[in-house]
């Protein structure tokens, strides 16, 4: 059986995970593939650190240039993180003739543009099923499984500490603080989870998703983004009352004319959806093809063995060929660069939560307002005061433009009955459509 030798670079959680696969499960694996890979080194700085797994003592070492200069390692699999040295890291192996792996969305999303055009002026390939939903085979199904199609809408959970996060102040009554700290203990959240909660690690994924899902080179920076840190369990509490659930989503969608719009925010999910009930650490994203309609990927989207499974998969193809050829032949942007509109352009519903005075012509102030800048009410509900002089008010509109929401919200801002800053979030449901 041919043999093909691979260099894992990072030996950190994932680095670990792909050196048991290789090493513990060697034979299998090759049985299953048709390829033998043969783990020639492991480098990292800190190779003393414990990992509860046995390597060869030859394997390991702390010397990229090692790696680089020896012509019999075919692969490198990028495991460091961040954006600078993996950049380094990536450049170098390409120039050097090897092919790459990498798990890095990070350095994709932000710098992988100048990367991707090195590779194919070098005749070599770059792989990164694990960059996206991890264990989920969900770049691979976009880019060969769906080929037949052109995809009008992907709409996924695509990070799992938030949706931990979210699950538990849902099914838990906690707080936004509390669940935090609780998927902290468990390893679900980082000490500091600003990427996560703030919603950049899903704007890093949906900005490569978008590359396959919709044929354009798009860029981080035109994904807008939204975190989780500000979702109140009263606006939680209230959407389980009207129906909904509330996750945070990576939506990106193409209208009829080939305008994109990409965003990651917070929304309302109705409970006939099957994004509604993913919970926990889980991710689920919902492809939407002219051909295949909607279909539905779920499964978990991080951890050391679920991206590992991912990386491995890339590790074959490469080594059997197959991503060369798919590299090579086939444009990964098969269409022109698209227009990515702003997020005021974009339409929705939303849920408005108010604290209005409890006095008589609020109501009709507040829709007079929203009335004015063309934007319908669905429905409205009124609870028990929350002190002594405030009720909150929930208002569910019709689809409607952000940019005119935004100015009607200004407006009622400025409005002596009610407090500043209501909650809004936006609600995805049957009635929304590409935009």
Known sequence: ?????????????????????????????????????????????????????????????????????????????????????????????????????????????????????????????????????????????????????????????????????????????????????????KGYAEADPTLDVGGGDSAHKLTILSWLAFGSPVGFEDVYCEGIDRIQPADIRFGLELGYRIKLLAIGRRNGGGCLSLRVHPAFVPRSNPLAHVSGAYNAVMVRGDAVGDTLYYGLGAGQMPTASAVVADLVDTALGRMGITFKRRQLFCDAAATVRGIDEISSRYYLRFEVLDRPGVLAAITGVLGRHDISIASCLQHEPIDATHVPLIIMTHLAREGNLRRALAEIGSLDTVRPDPATIRVIDDEERPQ
């Not at 990072?10 to 696969?21: E, H, K, M, S, Y």
């Not at 990229?64 to 950049?87: H, K, N, P, W």
């Not at 792989?127 to 037949?148: Q, T, Y």
């Open 1 to 185: 059986m041919e043999s093909v030798n691979v260099a894992v670079i990072g030996f950190g959680t994932v680095g670990t995970g792909v050196a048991r696969i290789l090493l513990e499960g060697g034979d299998a694996l090759a049985a299953r593939a048709g390829v033998r890979l043969n783990l020639k080194y492991i480098c990292d700085t800190d190779l003393t650190r414990p990992r509860g797994l046995q390597t060869p003592p030859d394997v390991l070492t702390d010397s990229l240039d090692r790696v680089l200069s020896d012509g019999s390692v075919q692969i490198v699999c990028e495991l460091v993180g961040g954006t600078r040295i993996a950049f380094d890291i990536v450049e170098k192996a390409l120039r050097a003739g090897k092919n790459v792996v990498t798990a890095n969305k990070a350095l994709l999303a932000e710098r992988g543009m100048p990367l991707l055009k090195l590779a194919a002026e070098c005749d070599r390939s770059i792989a990164f099923e694990a960059s996206v939903a991890g264990g989920i085979p969900l770049l691979l199904s976009v880019r060969d499984g769906l080929v037949a199609n052109r995809i009008s809408s992907v709409t996924g959970i695509v990070n799992g500490t938030c949706n931990y996060i979210l699950t538990h102040m849902t099914d838990g009554g906690l707080s936004y603080e509390q669940a935090l700290a609780e998927a902290q203990q």
